[in-house]
């Protein structure tokens, strides 16, 4: 099993420029989320999609949107990348969102080091 | 907003030292969950929460879950190198999980 799948692992940008992170698994789970992860500040969760075919904001969506393409696959866009969003991005996936299952343990990727000119 | 504060930042232990690091939430979140980062890596589930004053061990690590349940910590006795990492508490509220900012666990041999 690979697990959450996540590509490019590195990218280097200027501002301006557009992108998408994609993000794959292949563990049958239902949530997906995009989180970045900044020196200081852990991980903030930019969008989630709690199940395929819906998507919310996290704590910090501006300047980027998301697809959850199928049940698969969710991917992250910057559409006109900023120097603010120079960051590691990690995707991460769970089989469901429910305060007393152990279903909802977070799976993560293996990251992808996104830098902004 | 939704925030889970984490401390200290860092931490730098001799080897077979004790290690804590604290999380505090601003509202009563429904589980807590601890995740551990190696240097260069991604963050990998340590265990989970969920009710109130629970506490749970794994080996030398010991989880605690506050009364409120807006609390948590991770001990670690006696460190060793292999504890090296960031540890992050990550809180479920409204099906959103509110990571901690981490903690930054150096261990000297």
């Known amino acids: 099993n690979a697990g959450v799948t996540q590509t490019p692992k590195f990218q280097v940008l200027k501002t301006g420029q557009s992108m998408t992170l994609q993000c794959a698994q292949d563990m049958n789970h239902n949530s997906m989320y995009w989180y970045r992860q900044d020196p200081g500040m852990g991980l903030r969760l930019i969008y989630y999609?709690?199940?395929?075919?819906?998507?919310d904001k996290g704590e910090v969506p501006n300047g980027y949107n998301v697809s959850r393409l199928n049940k698969r696959e969710f991917s992250l866009r910057l559409e006109s990348a900023a120097p603010s969003q120079t960051s590691v991005y990690f995707c991460?996936?769970?089989?469901?969102?429910?305060?007393?299952?152990?279903?909802?343990?977070?799976?993560f990727g293996a990251g992808s080091r996104l830098t902004v000119l | 907003g939704q925030q889970v504060m984490q401390i200290p930042q860092y931490q730098h232990v001799q080897e077979g030292e004790d290690f804590t690091t604290y999380c505090n939430s601003s509202t009563t979140l429904s589980n807590i969950q601890w995740y551990k980062q190696r240097p260069g890596g991604h963050p990998v589930f340590l265990i989970q929460?969920?009710?109130?004053?629970e506490v749970k061990k794994q080996k030398r690590l010991t989880f605690q879950f506050g009364e409120a349940k807006k609390n948590s910590s991770l001990h670690i006795t006696a460190t060793q190198t292999t504890d090296v990492g960031t540890y992050f508490c990550a809180g479920l509220n409204f099906n959103k999980f509110y990571f901690g900012s981490g903690t930054k666990l150096n261990v000297k041999p």
């Open positions: 991460a996936s769970s089989e469901m969102v429910r305060a007393e299952s152990g279903a909802n343990v977070l799976t």
């Open positions: 999609s709690a199940s395929e075919g819906t998507t």
């Open positions: 929460l969920v009710k109130s004053g």
